[in-house]
């Protein structure tokens, strides 16, 4: 059984930082792509940052580049969003999901999400 399980969210100020973690199982981790997706309230959920099963390639929505960083830990099955220079257009339940596609990026086999709010 497929199961996501994010957690790292909270409430930070404006500038500041926060890491997100999802731990993943049911799957050969290290075979499958990794994203991070996030939905604001009233607002369609997005892609926010990839990481490629090759351990190398790595690709981010333009609004988080240079603040975000994506990574993975393959020994422990998870992936890894580090959130710096957090503004308040960042504040979403963030998710994070095995990729069925790179480009453009699909996820699938959903977390349950963790709430990330900054405020001013």
């Known amino acids: 059984q497929v199961q996501l399980v994010e957690s790292g969210g909270g409430l930070v100020q404006v500038g500041g930082s926060l890491r997100l973690s999802c731990a993943a199982s049911?799957?050969?981790?290290?075979?499958?792509?990794m994203g991070w997706f996030r939905q604001a309230p009233g607002k369609e959920r997005e892609f926010v940052a990839a990481?490629?099963?090759?351990?190398?390639?790595?690709v981010y929505v333009e609004s988080v580049k240079g603040r975000f960083t994506i990574s993975r830990d393959n020994a422990k099955n998870t992936v890894y969003l580090q959130m710096d220079s957090l503004k308040p257009e960042d504040t979403a339940v963030y998710y994070c999901a095995f990729l069925s596609s790179w480009y453009p990026p699909v996820g699938n086999s959903w977390g349950q999400g963790t709430q990330v709010t900054v405020s001013s």
């Open positions: 049911g799957r050969t981790f290290s075979r499958y792509n």
């Open positions: 990481f490629h099963w090759n351990g190398q390639n790595t």
